[in-house]
């Protein structure tokens, strides 16, 4: 029902930052929540953050990202956006938003769907 495209993912440098967006497309969309996760090879699957679709000032951290990322959307543009700062190299891993369309799936963290990732290298 929704489709999540990410982008923005690319090569860094330890320290540096980086903006990944996330598009839901789709003639319609009904969003309850977006999320980042990040996998990296031989790793398991990472929350990163999320954010209600439509309410502000309830977005989540995953411990690690915490006090380095910001997650915000925008609705007109149905996207939503991730800034991280002083990236490492053990940050290295293809980042997938996914969704939720119902405070019921949120609440248990049941994100059934998923873009395909946009890869993030962080190497000096």
């Not at 990040?38 to 915490?66: C, H, L, N």
């Not at 700062?85 to 939720?100: D, G, H, K, M």
């Amino acid at each position: 029902q929704v489709e999540l495209l990410e982008s923005g993912g690319g090569l860094v440098q330890p320290g540096d930052s980086l903006r990944l967006s996330c598009v839901a497309s789709g003639l319609s969309t009904h969003i309850y929540a977006i999320a980042w996760f990040r996998q990296a090879p031989a790793k398991e699957r990472e929350f990163v953050a999320s954010i209600p679709w439509r309410t502000d000032g309830m977005e989540s951290y995953g411990k690690s990202v915490q006090g380095r990322a910001t997650i915000s959307r925008d609705l007109d543009k149905r996207t939503m956006i991730l800034e991280m700062n002083n990236l490492r190299t053990e940050e290295t891993a293809v980042y997938l938003c996914a969704e939720v369309d119902s405070f019921s799936a949120y609440s248990a963290m049941n994100y059934n769907h998923w873009g395909k990732g946009t890869q993030v290298t962080v190497s000096s």
